[in-house]
């Protein structure tokens, strides 16, 4: 069965600091796709980042970067010099590339980031 | 605004009643999903298309949930006869055919509903 697994439910962060949320995953598929979802208290669901599982860069968009350690099944999202505006609900997902297209999520980390 | 978009924002129905939801996808996007959040939790998906045909359905799509993409563009979703636990944030999204755009699924705002 695949799952993932965010250990976090909240976590802290002083403003301009940065912050890692941790994500594990589990599945038995070779081929994934990882991705990180940011929600605001609006309830829109915002796109941050994918990483596929063969890509051995790991992927960066701006102040967001995944940290992929395949071996760890792992997908960590570091926020680089953190925003009033990041504060949100923080959620990890995981797609496998075969055999269907649900995309599964985990329980979320929300984030508060302090002036 | 060329994002996925979902009507209403917010319904609150009586406990029995039927409620309907639209989404309209990004406009080239051929696959939509429908997906459910309670308070607390992420996102768990019902039911896909691709084009008008619905591909999956999850076992969380009883059978007073119907969703339909009649003409492959927008598409609705039905609840008959409401319960209180249907009370969550129905969210839609979309995304590309084809790999590797169709990995990323993009999503509307979510339609609210309330039932009391």
């Known amino acids: 069965a695949q799952k993932i697994t965010q250990t976090q439910p909240g976590m802290f962060v002083q403003e301009k600091e940065a912050v890692t949320l941790d994500c594990t995953y589990d599945t038995s598929d070779q081929s994934y796709g990882l991705f990180w979802y940011k929600q605001p208290s609006s309830g829109e669901m915002i796109f941050l980042i994918y990483?596929?599982?063969?890509?051995?860069q790991n992927a960066t968009e701006g102040r967001y970067s995944l940290n992929f350690q395949k071996a760890r099944k792992s997908a960590n999202l570091v926020i680089s010099a953190s925003q009033l505006g990041d504060s949100a609900m923080y959620f990890c997902?995981?797609?496998?590339?075969?055999?269907?297209?649900?995309?599964?999520f985990g329980a979320g980390t929300r984030l508060f980031v302090k002036a | 605004d060329t994002g996925v978009s979902q009507d209403p924002r917010h319904k609150i129905t009586k406990r029995g009643q039927n409620v309907t939801f639209r989404c309209d996808p990004i406009s080239e996007h051929n696959r939509l999903y429908w997906y459910r959040q309670t308070l607390g939790q992420g996102p768990e998906f019902l039911t896909y298309?691709?084009?008008?045909?619905?591909?999956?359905k999850s076992r969380l799509l009883s059978d007073r949930f119907s969703a339909e993409r009649p003409k492959g563009s927008f598409s609705t979703l039905e609840i008959q006869r409401t319960e209180q636990g249907d009370s969550a944030m129905y969210l839609c999204?979309?995304?590309?055919?084809?790999?590797?755009?169709?990995?990323?699924?993009?999503f509307g705002e979510g339609s609210w509903l309330t039932v009391v």
């Open positions: 999204a979309s995304s590309l055919a084809g790999f590797p755009g169709g990995n990323t699924i993009y």
């Open positions: 990483q596929g599982s063969y890509d051995e």
């Open positions: 997902a995981m797609r496998p590339n075969t055999g269907g297209f649900k995309t599964i």
């Open positions: 298309f691709q084009n008008e045909a619905q591909l999956e």
